[in-house]
């Protein structure tokens, strides 16, 4: 069965960065890709971006952009999300998502990861 | 950015009983090339990542109870529970994915009455 299987929780200080897991398995690595989701305290979902392990092109969300960076290592079935800069306001739980698509992004997640809680304080 | 909203905010209903969710988007998901509604709609219990329920607006994902139905088209769309029970209490959230950024409605918290 399909599961993807985050790292576990992190506590960062104003201006650090982070750099969250997503272990997939139940399926082939390179032939779905894989969007970032993350969701402050109490709040509603923000999608961050997206990569394609297939052909390792992204798309990030334009307030992100120059602060985040998804990678993949194939070799272990891996996708990574590195947020840099860290303010208070990126305090969330992060989730990783399988699409749909391996070299487009297609939005639609079936399948989600269990979520990593950051929280960002001084 | 394509903003989604979604009413009510909030939502008892009483157990067996009809639930109805808006989403309006703030312009057309409709892609006329497929005549395809780019518009899922989620469930999210406490402590648990989201679920995807209905995507192209009305398709149910397998496994989904068929008392879960999506509709409409366009601008504005419906998710209706035709006969609440205990286990669909939970945060529903729409979402288009016509065009990236893929944006959520701020969620509506559905509990019985």
């Known amino acids: 069965q399909v599961q993807l299987v985050q790292s576990g929780a992190e506590v960062k200080k104003p201006g650090a960065s982070v750099k969250v897991s997503c272990k997939a398995s139940g399926y082939t690595f390179t032939s779905y890709g894989i969007s970032w989701v993350r969701q402050a305290p109490g709040q509603g979902l923000e999608w961050m971006g997206w990569i394609s392990p297939y052909t390792g092109n992204t798309n990030y969300a334009q307030r992100l952009q120059g602060r985040v960076t998804m990678t993949t290592d194939t070799s272990t079935s891996t996708a990574y999300m590195d947020l840099r800069s860290l303010r208070s306001d990126d305090t969330a739980v992060y989730y990783c998502?399988?699409?749909?698509?391996?070299?487009?992004?297609?939005?639609?997640?079936?399948?989600w990861g269990q979520g990593t809680l950051v929280t960002v304080s001084s | 950015d394509i903003v989604m909203t979604q009413s009510p905010d909030s939502l008892a209903v009483s157990l067996g009983e009809r639930a109805t969710i808006s989403c309006k988007s703030s312009q057309s998901v409709l892609y006329s090339s497929n005549n395809k509604n780019y518009l899922g709609w989620y469930q999210q219990k406490s402590g648990q990542p989201p679920k995807l329920l209905i995507y192209?607006?009305?398709t149910r994902e397998s496994g989904v109870p068929d008392r879960f139905s999506g509709s409409g088209s366009g601008t504005d769309f419906t998710l209706t529970i035709s006969s609440l029970q205990a286990e669909d209490v939970a945060v529903y959230y729409c979402?288009?994915?016509?065009?990236?950024?893929?944006?959520f409605g701020q969620g509506t918290n559905l509990e019985i009455k």
């Open positions: 192209w607006a009305s």
């Open positions: 998502a399988r699409e749909e698509d391996k070299v487009y992004s297609t939005g639609r997640f079936f399948y």
């Open positions: 979402q288009q994915y016509y065009t990236t950024p893929y944006t």
